[in-house]
């Protein structure tokens, strides 16, 4: 951690607020449409609020020196940072957290701003700890979210729950990326155009004294500027070509572009390769670009993508003739073709169009006389009240234990299920049906609590499907710091398990603790088998284990249960639980989950896993088996290579565990799904597929003979007739004469 310290100057006006600390959260401070959003929230929050600075990534020292002497600035170590491909919610990286100030401290608020994608941004964003959460969305970066890796989407969607309130700087903005991210659709948004420079704009009518001005002073030939950074989007290689273009079609002009930038090499070879090193300009970084504004004769923009231009405002504000390309936010700001233009993004429009406004100084008139009439931005003294006023928001109390309860068709379960988690004894608890578009009497069975204040029933519009419907509950309707996942078919018998899980979770408070684990009966509903209680067979009331040595623990006892979990919400979203669509999508998620911090293992019962004949995992389709066994081996290996355990420890634990597991789902196949002699093989190939050494396991083995019966009567069915009929046949054939 570097802690730095910044020059600046910024009016004082008089604070009326109670002295609160805030934190901007940035990925990068470099030049640029965020970092300047950043800068310009920063210089007019300043006289109302202490505030720290966090980057999570690079810093430019022309911005940290634009920022005000009373602004604290963290940047994060990238050693202790470091990005690891396997997992975002890395323990390394929260312990590397917990030692900086940003971290340790409660603020009043946090501002983020340009944090996608980036994941250690997104983390930070998590890890904070403040009182109410604003992220600013400024450019289309967000729009990849569907190409996105898991890790990544992950990250993304931990981030748009922290956030209280998003601010898009403009809606075409939110709009065009909530169709490509739809959690951000479902997120409270509020537009809030990005700042403007207004102490250099009001400072204009000293410009003749500024020594940085514009070098064409007192020349007569027209003049297009661009401010921009020189990147790929931006486009400025177009520009320059658009330039040769109706440079060869007879209309003369200069070109200046202020901005730096990964393109500006390959620029400078273009412009001396088309010979225009006269007339287009690649000038720099401009500190203030309000007496370039003023004196040019057109400003143009020709980006591919924006989120809001901030230059366009300031362009405006002074009343500069502007032609932007169609991006995001352009048409909230300019009535086109009366207080500026508006081209498509393609060369032909902005090279006629760019040669019209040139060329037509009765037009630029036309469209200076509107701005002074109609400004193109609000009062600032306004927005600054507006974003003071989003900050000073009531935080709602959220609780602190959510119980999900995803169903589909279990009316007759429905009501049980309820009445265990809302029997509960603890205080701040919440208790969610989420329905997924059930077709029995689950809806009106379960809008019976509807009174309970602590109750909430959602229904989905259409059907997602078991594992889609856990993991829309987790991440777009639980409300609490930590969750329990109840089946609709189970229930809580233990009215002060989440008291007591609770407490022993406070208990260990300063360790990384991901999830509290206890154990289940299993009830059988037919009556064939007597009830059994499933304990973890741990030492004492409970056990505190690395994840490493939890996994080790599940595969050698074959210890596990879902409804018995009380998980870290946040945690579970950033590992991706209940991403993979398996019968074993809870296994797979939390064994991953226990990866990435402490379990804490529970000697209790928490409530029935009721076994009534439809249980997904008693009907897994011979094709996903390998999916539903492979997870184990794959977890395992990821545990190998983050060096949490050896090959060795887990090996043989794993092999057993793996041939339990087969030698389960083969029985259930061979004994209820099983359909054709083939299936059997292809049992077989599947087994192969895993680990060929599993076929030397005495228990799977065991399992494969004693469902022999069930092979050869698959056989008969299918072709005992057939030979029977034959017989029938060749006696008919011999006693023909």
Same mark, same amino acid.
């Given at each position: ?10 009016? /004082? ?14 990925? %990068? ?43 604290? *600035? ?70 990849? &979210? ?8 992950? =990250? ?24 490509? !991210? ?6 409270? #948004? ?42 790929? @989007? ?26 730096? +930038?990964? %393109? ?7 412009? @001396? ?48 003739? /502007?032609?932007?390309?169609? *991006? ?86 429905? +009501?049980? =299920? ?38 909430? &029933? ?43 899980? #609770? ?66 919400? !946040? ?27 402490? *379990? ?16 997904? !995992? ?10 539903? *066994? ?108």
């Amino acid at each position: 951690m570097a802690l730095q310290g910044a020059q600046g100057a910024v009016s /004082v006006t008089v604070n009326t607020l109670p002295r609160h600390r805030i934190l901007f959260l940035a990925q %990068e401070f470099v030049a640029g449409g965020a970092a300047f959003l950043a800068l310009r929230h920063m210089q007019r929050l300043v006289p109302a609020y202490d505030i720290d600075l966090l980057v999570t990534g690079p810093c430019a020292d022309e911005m940290l020196r634009q920022l005000p002497q009373q602004v604290s *600035v963290f940047t994060l170590d990238a050693q202790s940072w470091r990005a690891d491909v396997n997992a975002l919610w890395c323990l390394d990286l929260v312990m590397a957290a917990r030692a900086l100030p940003p971290f340790q401290h409660a603020y009043h608020a946090l501002l983020a701003t340009s944090v996608f994608p980036s994941r250690r941004a997104c983390l930070a964003m998590s890890l904070v700890q403040a009182r109410r959460k604003l992220l600013f969305l400024v450019d289309e970066r967000l729009a990849q &979210y569907p190409q996105r890796l898991l890790p990544e989407r992950c =990250a993304i969607e931990c981030t748009l729950l922290s956030a209280d309130l998003v601010l898009p700087v403009s809606a075409r903005l939110w709009q065009h990326i909530a169709q490509q !991210c739809p959690m951000l659709a479902r997120r409270p #948004w509020q537009v809030l155009h990005p700042p403007v420079g207004l102490a250099r704009i009001e400072a204009h009518a000293d410009v003749e004294r500024d020594i940085s001005g514009p070098p064409w002073l007192g020349s007569e030939r027209p003049v297009v500027l661009t401010v921009a950074r020189l990147s790929t @989007e931006k486009q400025i290689l177009q520009c320059l070509r658009i330039h040769h273009r109706l440079r060869q079609d007879g209309v003369d002009f200069d070109w200046y572009v202020l901005g730096e +930038g990964p %393109e500006q090499a390959r620029l400078q070879d273009e412009i @001396e390769a088309l010979r225009m090193s006269d007339v287009f300009f690649l000038s720099g970084v401009r500190s203030n670009v309000v007496p370039w504004m003023l004196q040019c004769t057109v400003f143009a923009l020709f980006s591919a993508s924006e989120g809001c231009p901030t230059v366009v405002i300031e362009a405006l504000t002074l009343g500069c003739p /502007v032609i932007v390309t169609d *991006v995001n936010g352009v048409d909230e700001l300019i009535d086109n073709g009366r207080t500026g233009i508006i081209v498509p993004n393609e060369m032909s429009a902005m090279a006629t169009e760019l040669s019209r406004l040139l060329l037509d100084g009765s037009l630029r008139a036309q469209f200076r006389c509107a701005l002074a009439s109609d400004p193109p931005v609000s009062d600032p003294a306004q927005e600054r009240a507006s974003l003071i006023a989003q900050i000073e928001v009531a935080a709602p109390t959220a609780p602190i234990v959510s119980i999900l309860i995803p169903t589909y068709n279990q009316a007759q379960y429905i +009501g049980q =299920a309820i009445r265990s988690a809302l029997m509960q004894d603890f205080a701040s608890l919440e208790v969610l049906v989420i329905d997924d578009a059930s077709t029995d009497q689950t809806a009106v069975l379960a809008r019976q609590w509807d009174s309970d204040p602590r109750f909430r &029933y959602i229904c989905n519009e259409r059907n997602l499907g078991r594992v889609a419907n856990y993991r829309r509950a987790l991440v777009e309707h639980a409300r609490g710091e930590w969750v329990l996942m109840l089946d609709g078919d189970d229930y809580l018998t233990d009215a002060d398990f989440i008291s007591h899980a #609770w407490k022993a979770l406070q208990r260990h408070a300063g360790r990384s603790v991901v999830f509290a684990q206890a154990g289940h009966r299993a009830t059988y509903l037919s009556g064939t088998r007597p009830d059994v209680n499933i304990l973890p067979p741990i030492i004492g009331a409970e056990q505190l284990m690395s994840g490493a040595q939890y996994l080790k623990f599940v595969y050698e006892t074959g210890f596990f249960t879902h409804l018995g979990t009380l998980y870290h919400r !946040c945690a579970a979203i950033a590992n991706g639980c209940y991403t993979a669509d398996i019968s074993s999508s809870d296994m797979d998620s939390f064994l991953r989950l226990a990866l990435e911090g402490e *379990v804490l293992v529970l000697n209790t019962i928490a409530g029935c896993w009721v076994q009534h004949g439809a249980n997904a !995992c008693r009907h897994v389709p011979l094709n996903k088996i390998s999916a539903n *066994v492979r997870i184990f081996r794959q977890i395992a290996l990821t545990a190998v290579q983050r060096g949490l355990i050896s090959k060795a420890h887990i090996e043989g634990p794993l092999n057993r565990y793996e041939a339990r597991t087969f030698a389960y789902l083969f029985g259930q196949t061979l004994g209820r799904a099983a359909h054709g002699p083939l299936a059997p093989l292809r049992m077989l190939a599947v087994l192969l597929s895993a680990d060929p050494r599993l076929l030397l396991n005495r228990h799977l083995l065991s399992v494969c003979l004693r469902h022999l019966p069930s092979v050869t009567r698959l056989f008969r069915h299918r072709w005992m007739p057939s030979l029977k009929q034959g017989g029938k046949s060749r006696e008919r054939r011999n006693d023909v004469p």
